[in-house]
């Protein structure tokens, strides 16, 4: 259990919807980053945010927006759903030291089905 | 661009062989290296990283030694076993003012008893 949890596990929708996906990182983590893995895109960074600002960014979509809240939980909305958005989606946090890389503790991701 | 390539699978190996799974980079900047495994049905660990050239990370008898000269991480153990079996990803990291990581494809182990 790395200490990072994810919810919904799993999530059917239809096309055109808007979702909310939702990241609790370790206690004391200031760093939250969220990752799109699909089977013909792989494992693809989307954002980074520390103590509640944007810090990078990577293939992130207009549709999709993200922000870290003052407890430092995140949340990554995903909007106007088209089918090649389901993914499985996995949160990471770090520890607070924004100077230098920081292990990243992996969530068990949620599964997005669009349907 | 930033990019990571590493070797296709699946690879499929007998116990106690030696595993050898390819890394290269290309990056602007000079990034830190990693190493991250994921098992059926989990969020992917890290196992191994290393942050300037010639550095070797090493963890639970996976090795890899980082290579400025040939942009390569590659990943090695001695003696698989058979719960090695996981998928095996290389990574790179570069600081941007906040540390943006791109991963390779990922090489998928089997190792059979």
């Known amino acids: 259990d790395s200490g990072v949890t994810q919810t919904p596990k799993h999530l059917i929708t239809a096309t055109g919807q808007r979702v909310t996906l939702r990241c609790s990182p370790r206690s004391g983590d200031l760093s939250v980053y969220w990752y799109q893995q699909s089977l013909d895109q792989g494992l693809q960074f989307l954002i980074q945010y520390y103590n509640g600002e944007e810090r990078a960014k990577g293939n992130i979509l207009e549709r999709f927006s993200a922000q870290q809240f003052p407890d430092l939980h995140s949340e990554l909305n995903l909007s106007s759903l088209e089918l090649g958005d389901s993914a499985l989606y996995f949160c990471?946090?770090?520890?607070?030291?924004?100077?230098?890389?920081?292990?990243?503790?992996f969530g068990p991701g949620t599964r997005l089905t669009v349907l | 661009g930033d990019s990571v390539t590493q070797m296709e699978g699946p690879v499929t190996l007998s116990e106690e062989a030696f595993l050898t799974i390819n890394c290269t980079y290309t990056a602007t900047g000079y990034p830190s290296l990693f190493w991250y495994v994921q098992y059926p049905g989990e969020g992917l660990q890290l196992l191994l990283k290393?942050?300037?050239?010639?550095d070797k990370g090493s963890n639970k008898g996976f090795e890899a030694t980082y290579r400025k000269e040939t942009t390569s991480f590659h990943l090695e153990k001695g003696s698989v076993q058979v719960s090695d079996s996981a998928v095996y990803f290389c990574a790179l990291s570069l600081n941007t003012g906040g540390f943006k990581t791109i991963f390779g494809a990922g090489t998928r182990l089997f190792v059979k008893a």
């Open positions: 990471a946090s770090s520890a607070n030291r924004i100077s230098s890389y920081n292990e990243q503790f």
């Open positions: 290393a942050t300037k050239a010639d």
